[in-house]
């Protein structure tokens, strides 16, 4: 067990060492030792106001740690997204529970809060531990100012109130256009043991490049002691008086405390209550049922139920309740190798996941989040460009602007530099997009709503646009940053699009006036990518048709898009030069898999990447259909998925990339990742159930 000695000067936590929480809204990741590392307010997309991840100096971060040597245990509550962090020394056990509200779809009464909460307590001996909440607001750039005021929206259960009040902290960025308050409330939850305090002071980071102070305070507790921290943005309104209770008005006027604040809240903005321990109970009880009410609507009965929820439930966090939109990640450019410069946002909705994710989304039931994302992608369809295409990504609000921009004054991670916000990739051409696209819609229509004529007339438009630039190359999956290719798995994407389009047309018997063309454009296509993609010496799909020694795991795709059947001589050729080491010619590593060989290839980014997730379990999911023709396959399969599951952090969790030592790599928590693992552990459940006669 390790374990950890406080310093003064804390350096970077590994990626895989953070937990996620989140409102659907935004999300925040939260380290191992207790700090938050990453939140963007108040959506996935706006700026950061902690970011240590990126720069353990003056990224900004809102700790809670001991103050002596501790070991740590993090843990979701069951079937929850609420996280616990535990320290554990000799003297005694501190538990941190974070989450950011929710309430069930049914309740009505109070708007979402958008509040961090942080619920420190004691739950054995006694415990010293330093809190700090150090904001760096618009990514590190912007200045504010910090006041420790007196703080007249908490309901006090101590009376006489303290000498010194009751405080708060107020953080005000005028440039950043952003003001935080840091509240708390201290309680006891047994006799004879009172209240802890709790005294709020200035803390001057500037030396760490700060741009303002922050606040800290060192709480002594001891058994049943708690002290429950809320930052929020406030509201700015001005209130009456009668909207601050005092244990002194009511006492003037001859009535409970309790019965005055209930008075004062009914004066007070629906999105501003007062803050009582009754209210913070409420919260965490209602975010709690919320989570667990949800997962329980999965229909999924199949092997890996826990990775599988724990995949549901992350992918849950990632969704931008507002328009229905999944962001690829909640986190920003998180070194896809240590000391590399290959670091990106994924804070955008990228058409390319659409239809794995939608996949997954029905293959567990959740057809409300399906309709939801599905209307995303026709309001996307519908508002296409003038020449009839779409952008690969677009922003969570369906904007088609996210300019990319490098942050120079951050340090990155472990000092991986460039950190980029915004995404240049948006302006690619990546012809592969219509395929999952199309793919999309055909799933929606097998599981969800019926198309109407209309969305059915821009569809069509779509396939036209399609056989329109068939011959045009593009960057494709991989987003490269050079020369355009004919990158076999645009090709085979694009003949998905126009399969699709002929499927749609003849099961719903919908009206196609170029159905002749469509056949001739699908399988002229095929043809084109089964002579010109294919390698006859090696015998093996290439990466593009200008770059035949090349290797690309991406092609894994084919039977899992029914290009091709899983015991396609060809694929099955492909498949085991893949399974091969790099040194054998192959893109697999104990296990995992790469993208392809950055030293045979030239991407236009340089530097170096981890194995890819997403492709280990492509590689998984075309093992297991394999098997049914191999029971070999199969066996190996299930073998390969188990081993992944050993690269997740401790919570289940899963990033981009794993390093050749094993260590998490890339933004983190990664959608597309958790996506095709829900996909793979269904497809391989079933096919072990019918083939090996068991799940």
């Not at 981009?656 to 095709?676: K, M, P, R, Y």
Request: charge should be negative; include cysteine; hydrophobic fraction near 40%.
């Amino acid at each position: 067990m390790n374990v950890t000695q406080p310093q003064e000067e804390r350096g970077y936590i590994a990626l895989a060492d953070h937990g996620l929480i989140g409102n659907l809204r935004t999300a925040a990741l939260i380290s191992t030792d207790g700090s938050v590392e990453s939140y963007c307010v108040p959506n996935f997309d706006s700026p950061s106001i902690f970011a240590r991840i990126l720069d353990k100096d003056k990224g900004g971060h809102f700790s809670v740690t001991p103050t002596s040597s501790f070991t740590t245990k993090q843990s979701y509550l069951p079937n929850s997204n609420i996280l616990q962090t535990k320290f554990l020394n000799e003297q005694g056990v501190a538990a941190v529970t974070d989450f950011l509200p929710r309430q069930p779809s049914s309740a009505t009464a109070r708007p979402l809060l958008a509040w961090l909460i942080r619920r420190v307590e004691v739950i054995r001996g006694s415990m010293r531990l330093r809190v700090e909440c150090a904001p760096a607001f618009n990514y590190a750039r912007s200045a504010h100012t910090t006041e420790v005021l007196l703080d007249t929206s908490v309901a006090l259960s101590l009376s006489p109130a303290p000498p010194d009040g009751h405080n708060k902290a107020l953080f005000s960025s005028p440039e950043a256009k952003l003001d935080l308050d840091l509240r708390y409330i201290a309680e006891s939850g047994l006799e004879n043991v009172p209240e802890p305090g709790v005294q709020l002071h200035l803390l001057d980071l500037s030396k760490r490049g700060h741009k303002g102070p922050g606040v800290w305070t060192e709480l002594e507790l001891r058994e049943g002691q708690a002290v429950t921290f809320v930052l929020r943005t406030p509201p700015d309104v001005t209130l009456p008086p009668q909207a601050h209770p005092t244990h002194e008005t009511a006492e003037a006027m001859g009535i409970p405390y309790e019965k005055l604040v209930a008075g004062a809240s009914t004066l007070r903005p629906t999105d501003d209550p007062i803050l009582t321990k009754a209210l913070l109970r409420e919260l965490l009880d209602a975010t709690n049922t919320y989570w667990n009410s949800w997962i329980r609507r999965s229909t999924y009965t199949g092997s890996w139920k826990e990775a599988v929820n724990r995949s549901a439930l992350a992918l849950k966090l990632l969704i931008y309740e507002p328009t229905g939109a999944i962001v690829a990640s909640p986190t920003f450019s998180l070194p896809e190798y240590i000391g590399g410069t290959r670091n990106w946002d994924y804070r955008a909705s990228w058409i390319r996941d659409s239809s794995f994710t939608l996949y997954a989304l029905i293959r567990l039931g959740f057809t409300y989040e399906a309709n939801a994302y599905m209307e995303f992608i026709f309001e996307r369809v519908r508002a296409r460009d003038l020449d009839g295409s779409l952008k690969i990504m677009y922003t969570i609000h369906g904007e088609k602007d996210f300019p990319e921009e490098e942050l120079t004054h951050l340090d990155g991670h472990k000092g991986s530099k460039p950190v980029r916000i915004g995404n240049g990739a948006i302006d690619h051409v990546q012809l592969d997009i219509y395929g999952e696209l199309m793919d999309c819609i055909y799933l929606s229509q097998k599981y969800g709503r019926p198309l109407g004529y209309d969305t059915w007339v821009a569809v069509r438009d779509i396939v036209e646009y399609v056989i329109a630039h068939i011959g045009e190359p593009d960057l494709s999956i991989w987003e490269v940053r050079n020369r355009h290719r004919h990158f076999t798995y645009s090709k085979i994407m694009m003949w998905v699009a126009i399969d699709r389009g002929i499927r749609l047309a003849e099961k719903r018997s919908l009206p196609c006036p170029r159905r002749t063309e469509w056949y001739a454009a699908r399988d002229a296509l095929y043809e084109e990518i089964m002579h010109k993609a294919w390698n006859p010496e090696r015998r093996f799909f290439a990466q593009s048709y200008e770059d035949l020694e090349i290797l690309d795991s991406a092609l894994l795709i084919m039977p899992l898009v029914f290009f091709s059947t899983p015991a396609d001589p060809r694929f099955l050729s492909t498949l085991r030069q893949i399974l091969h080491t790099p040194e054998r010619g192959g893109l697999t590593s104990n296990g995992l898999v790469y993208r392809y060989d950055v030293s045979k290839t030239d991407d236009g980014v340089g530097g170096e990447e981890g194995t890819f997730c997403l492709c280990t379990l492509w590689c998984v999911e075309a093992l297991a259909r394999a098997g049914e023709y191999d029971k070999k396959m199969l066996t190996r399969a299930v073998a390969m998925f188990e081993d992944f599951l050993q690269y997740t952090n401790h919570l289940g969790l899963c990033t981009e990339e794993i390093s050749d030592a094993g260590e998490a790599l890339g933004n983190a928590v990664q959608g597309f990742t958790h996506v095709t693992l829900i996909s793979a552990a269904y497809n391989l459940s079933r096919m072990c159930t019918k083939y090996l006669g068991h799940a």
